[in-house]
């Protein structure tokens, strides 16, 4: 018995110390170094420190006629391939149109369409002018695919993009079919904050046209392979980046970002750029195209402006090229951040904006901790005048609850919201019920003129399987809320399913572990004094 209660003491003690040092950043900013980098103070949430709300409209739209575009160019590289001869692949809206030049190829059209793109369906086909055009249209069941891919994805950009190290307490998730929401506690510069998520980030390779004229272009006489684009340059007088001079590249995207494999910040005359490099596929294009254009000028294209256009001066370059546009550094550092994150897959609007101000912020935290104080202090007054010696050994399992919850805060790195608090008095008055459930088991043995050891033993043995069926129950009713609810709810099922938790480990176990140390001092008398009354 004696080595069983050292061994209860012993995980109560360490669980006290492991909740201490998830804690203690949270109150004490003066900690050594290792304290600091293994446990983190508890994020608060917007509606404790204040800060910018953000509602995301996705064009997820976009993303399906993106889609077919894709489809467009790979069908067109895989013709070419089969050598099935066409004489143009078009890509309108949901629709992919093809003419081929040779009506008894259709079925071999059809066999690579079926096999390699399943989500489209032949829609008619038609003889043109001694030609064959055969209509295919994208389904509904994969356009909700592709719409459904292109919103988790613009979840988990717009989360890499603003939190690159995956330290920071925003919270961003989708919200119905193409929504997401943004909250950035303590964040004050939403403007910046905004123009991080509205890029789109598309990085391309294309070659420039020196073989056309400029000033032909600028009066509307596009060559059809070739598009009109324009550099960008900083504004000396106000310092923001604007659009600089027009310049004539080639249609054909000869690299993307997709391949982008890693992207920094390197300075040259104390002129910082941006240095990158692609994965090994990306490597072996990139040479190819080195290759291919050796004296010709690159443009290096981001969301359809050209940053740079250097001129292609040898034919192996390991797959590395540097994009330079006068950056000033902070701008260099946030071009990074995107491209590491990678593209949108489709075009973002902000729907609603909302800013909490800090002083709302600071006046939430003082309405919580004061409803938070007067309900814990009138919960451990009533459990000591109504309990005495056993109250009092319950207001302390009670702490315990608390500072387990905080530190399981601290420890998954969960935000802490209004709800939140509220989830904590709950879960609070939650563990006094388990109490006064355990005590009155033992008043009714102690009537039944039991020995105290036995009515302790009986009490805490017919009490738990009620504890466990209503902590139970309650902790499934708060799992279903932070599984399907959002923001607050969240937060209120968060530290309400970390409270029913530290609850059944608090009310049951310390508690029963600091009356069997009692019991086996032989310092029941107050103890059973308090509990026998009534």
């Known amino acids: 018995m004696k080595v069983n209660l050292k061994w209860r003491m012993a995980a109560i003690v360490l669980v006290v110390a492991l909740c201490v040092f998830f804690v203690m950043p949270s109150l004490v900013d003066d900690l050594p170094t290792f304290w600091k980098k293994n446990a983190r103070k508890i994020s608060l949430g917007l509606d404790l420190r204040g800060g910018a709300h953000l509602l995301l409209q996705v064009k997820a739209e976009e993303a399906v006629k993106n889609s077919v575009v894709q489809t467009a160019g790979d069908l067109k590289e895989m013709l070419l391939k089969e050598k099935i001869r066409f004489a143009r692949i078009e890509p309108k809206e949901r629709i992919l149109e093809v003419v081929l030049l040779k009506a008894e190829q259709e079925g071999d059209l059809l066999n690579i369409v079926s096999r390699q793109y399943p989500g489209f369906r032949k829609l008619s086909s038609v003889p043109e002018d001694g030609r064959l055009k055969i209509t295919f249209e ?6 909700r695919r592709i719409r459904e891919h292109a919103v988790r994805q613009a979840v988990e950009t717009i989360r890499n993009r ?22 950035l506690p303590g964040v004050e510069d939403v403007e910046h904050a905004k123009e991080m998520i509205k890029k789109v980030a598309l990085l391309e390779f294309k070659i420039v046209d020196r073989e056309h004229s400029l000033e032909e272009a600028l009066r509307g006489n596009v060559p059809p392979d ?26 054909q995207t000869l690299l993307t970002g997709d391949m982008l494999d890693q992207a920094r910040v390197e300075f040259e005359y104390n002129m910082p750029r941006v240095a990158i490099s692609f994965d090994s596929k990306g490597s072996k294009i990139f040479d190819q195209i080195a290759e291919a254009n050796v004296g010709k000028e690159l443009a290096i294209i981001l969301d359809n402006t050209v940053y740079s256009h250097p001129v292609i001066k040898q034919r192996h370059y390991g797959g590395r090229a540097v994009i330079e546009g006068n950056f000033t550094p902070e701008e260099a550092r946030d071009l990074v951040v995107i491209l590491k994150a990678g593209s949108l897959p489709a075009p973002v609007e902000v729907e609603e904006e909302r800013t909490v101000g800090p002083s709302l912020g600071r006046d939430s935290i003082q309405a919580g901790i004061v409803a938070g104080l007067v309900g814990a202090l009138a919960v451990v007054i009533f459990m000591v005048i109504y309990y005495g010696t056993a109250g009092f050994i319950a207001d302390l399992a009670l702490i315990l609850n608390v500072l387990i919850i905080l530190a399981a805060m601290a420890a998954l790195r969960a935000t802490l919201t209004l709800p939140g608090i509220a989830g904590i008095i709950l879960g609070v008055g939650m563990a006094v019920d388990a109490n006064v459930l355990i005590f009155e088991r ?32 309650t902790l499934i009713a708060a799992a279903l809320l932070f599984q399907f609810g959002t923001g607050p709810l969240r937060g209120f099922a968060v530290t309400l399913c970390i409270g029913l938790v530290a609850n059944l480990f608090t009310a049951v176990w310390v508690t029963r572990t600091i009356m069997d140390y009692l019991i086996s001092q032989r310092r029941v008398v107050g103890v059973g004094i308090s509990l026998a009354r009534g």
């Open 138 to 143: 994208l389904s509904e069941e994969e356009a």
């Open 162 to 183: 603003l939190d690159p190290e995956g330290v920071k307490e925003h919270d961003i998730v989708a919200q119905g079919e193409e929504r997401i929401l943004v909250q």
């Open 226 to 251: 070739s598009e009109l684009l324009y550099t960008s340059k900083v504004d000396p007088r106000t310092g923001r980046r604007m659009r600089g001079d027009p310049i004539l590249v080639k249609k």
């Open 442 to 473: 033992i008043r009714e043995e102690l009537r039944g003129g039991k020995p105290f050891r036995q009515a302790v033993d009986a009490g805490f043995s017919r009490a738990f399987s009620a504890i466990f069926d209503s902590n139970l129950t």
